[in-house]
């Protein structure tokens, strides 16, 4: 079984085709794999010999994701627990607060459950893909993410450099709290806060292994982040 405990910070290779990942062990940590983006996703963890751990993700089309059938990809993501390369789950705060109608909440903390016991890690996410909320805000949103999962993720949309200001110090507060969380602000105003965030003890930096492979708007690609993260550290 894969381990991912996230006391030290994960850069995790983000992509929707495994065979990708002998291209990122130099640089990466971890991939995450994206279901929702991949052909035959389970086929391709069937299939899987890589050396990295994986972090799987099936994000729901409510939350900028390709999966829209609630049920049916938290079905196809609890099946991905099977796996030994699988050490980390990546399931929506708003899934698991019950804060979403959209939501299939119970499902998604049954899933938990089960990550749990399997001693899989669970990330619980939150996106916003328009705006960036204040320091207050972000905070806020950083304890329920922490409460849900064992890391609580921040992605926001920084339309300024004061956007990505706050994403850092909400990092810093959180991180002073004690909660284990990982942080970055989207968009080209927020870029350097992928590579700044892990000074402030962001515990996952996210980047596809050639640029083209972009997850998110304002990826570095792995290599260059990896050379950043490592030269601020």
């Given at each position: 079984?894969?381990?991912?405990?996230?006391?030290?910070?994960?850069?995790?290779?983000?992509?929707?085709?495994?065979?990708?990942?002998?291209?990122?062990?130099?640089?990466?940590?971890?991939?995450?794999?994206?279901?929702?983006?991949?052909?035959?996703?389970?086929?391709?963890?069937?299939?899987?010999?890589?050396?990295?751990?994986?972090?799987?993700?099936?994000?729901?089309?409510?939350?900028?994701?390709?999966?829209?059938?609630?049920?049916?990809?938290l079905?196809?993501?609890?099946?991905?627990?099977?796996?030994?390369?699988?050490?980390?789950?990546?399931?929506?705060?708003?899934?698991?607060?019950?804060s979403?109608?959209?939501?299939?909440?119970?499902?998604?903390?049954?899933?938990?459950?089960?990550?749990?016991?399997?001693?899989?890690?669970?990330?619980?996410?939150?996106?916003?893909?328009?705006?960036?909320?204040s320091?207050?805000?972000?905070?806020?949103?950083?304890?329920?993410?922490?409460?849900?999962?064992?890391?609580?993720?921040?992605?926001?949309?920084?339309?300024?450099r004061?956007?990505?200001?706050?994403?850092?110090?909400?990092t810093?507060?959180?991180?002073?709290?004690?909660?284990?969380?990982?942080?970055?602000?989207?968009?080209?105003?927020?870029?350097?806060?992928?590579?700044?965030?892990?000074?402030?003890?962001?515990?996952?930096?996210?980047?596809?292994?050639?640029?083209?492979?972009?997850?998110?708007?304002?990826?570095?690609?792995?290599?260059?982040?990896?050379?950043?993260?490592?030269?601020?550290?």
């Open positions: 079984m894969s381990t991912l405990d996230f006391d030290s910070f994960v850069l995790a290779a983000a992509t929707n085709d495994l065979e990708a990942e002998p291209a990122a062990r130099e640089d990466a940590d971890a991939v995450e794999f994206r279901l929702d983006l991949a052909t035959d996703p389970l086929d391709q963890l069937a299939a899987y010999d890589g050396e990295l751990p994986l972090i799987v993700t099936n994000r729901a089309a409510w939350e900028g994701g390709e999966a829209d059938d609630e049920t049916g990809r079905d196809t993501l609890g099946s991905t627990l099977d796996y030994e390369a699988v050490a980390a789950v990546d399931l929506e705060c708003g899934a698991l607060d019950g979403i109608a959209a939501a299939a909440t119970d499902q998604a903390r049954e899933l938990r459950e089960t990550a749990r016991d399997a001693g899989i890690a669970v990330i619980a996410s939150v996106h916003d893909f328009e705006s960036t909320s320091v207050d805000g972000l905070t806020d949103l950083l304890k329920t993410a922490s409460d849900e999962g064992d890391v609580g993720k921040l992605a926001v949309t920084a339309t300024d004061s956007d990505a200001l706050a994403v850092l110090s909400a810093h507060r959180a991180v002073e709290s004690g909660w284990t969380v990982a942080t970055m602000a989207m968009g080209e105003a927020g870029q350097h806060t992928r590579a700044v965030a892990p000074v402030y003890g962001s515990k996952i930096g996210y980047a596809p292994v050639e640029p083209e492979g972009a997850t998110a708007p304002g990826q570095y690609d792995l290599q260059t982040l990896r050379r950043l993260v490592d030269e601020l550290q």
